[in-house]
């Protein structure tokens, strides 16, 4: 689709010219989380204002109020901000040892928490200007996760060698653009793929050879195809989409 071409050209153009420090969020969380953590502390580091950093017993105060059976989901929330907000190496050490078992209920904001007070110190520590990337899926180093939805030409169904054409050429193709595979599944019509590729790296370019590849042996995977970071589709979201596009 037009469209899609355009919009993942203008997505790898936009990350072609990137020159600092990448910070790419590993986990996965909802874009909404992401959005509202970063409006609320916002309005946290207006609240607090300086002198920054905090001191180390500021920090160890703050971060047993957290642990605390008192501080109810909201002030935790606050707490969390407070340290992420705070310019201090200690309360980066204290986020880092909740986050490594952290409250169900806080996991997302603490992973958020770290994450801008690795970015905050690292903009004070270094001349490098520091570059915050996220997604819904995550990802890895300087890699982002995306989920790919690819069918058949004709919704016709994969004959073995098919399969093995796919299964062959995606892990070459894949491998030597540096990209990770972290699952290839195969089904009966339809082929998902979820992958992490270096964000300076030419996505549909990528896709477009890896698919061209696998029809020189007998032309039965369409071009077009689903991407997103977003989100993984599921079963009844990929039976819409084949169902809907599934002749091109």
């Known amino acids: 689709m037009?469209?899609?071409d355009e919009v993942l050209k203008k997505f790898h153009e936009s990350f072609s010219g990137l020159k600092g420090h990448l910070?790419?969020?590993?986990?996965?969380?909802p874009v909404e989380v992401q959005m509202a953590y970063f409006k609320y502390s916002a309005n946290v580091r207006k609240e607090n204002q300086p002198p920054r950093p905090l001191s180390e017993e500021e920090c160890e105060e703050i971060y047993r109020e957290l642990l605390s059976e008192e501080a109810d989901e909201g002030r935790k929330k606050y707490l969390l901000c407070q340290l992420a907000t705070s310019k201090s190496v200690r309360a980066y050490r204290l986020l880092e040892s909740y986050t490594r078992s952290p409250e169900a209920s806080m996991s997302d904001w603490?992973?958020?928490?770290?994450?801008?007070s690795r970015i905050s110190?690292?903009?004070?520590?270094?001349n490098e200007k520091q570059i915050y990337i996220s997604t819904g899926l995550g990802g890895k180093g300087e890699k982002l996760r995306f989920y790919v939805l690819l069918i058949s030409k004709e919704k016709k169904p994969f004959l073995e060698y098919q399969r093995q054409t796919i299964e062959r050429e995606f892990s070459f193709y894949l491998t030597k653009s540096d990209c990770e595979i972290e699952r290839l599944t195969v089904g009966e019509r339809h082929v998902e793929l979820l992958f992490l590729i270096p964000v300076q790296v030419d996505i549909k370019g990528v896709l477009d050879q890896v698919i061209g590849e696998c029809n020189q042996y007998g032309d039965f995977l369409s071009p077009v195809f689903t991407i997103t970071n977003v989100k993984e589709l599921t079963r009844e979201e990929v039976e819409e989409v084949i169902n809907k596009h599934g002749n091109d």
């Open 121 to 126: 110190l690292e903009s004070d520590l270094s």
């Open 23 to 29: 910070h790419i969020l590993e986990q996965r969380l």
């Open 2 to 4: 037009e469209d899609g």
């Open 110 to 116: 603490a992973y958020m928490a770290l994450m801008e």
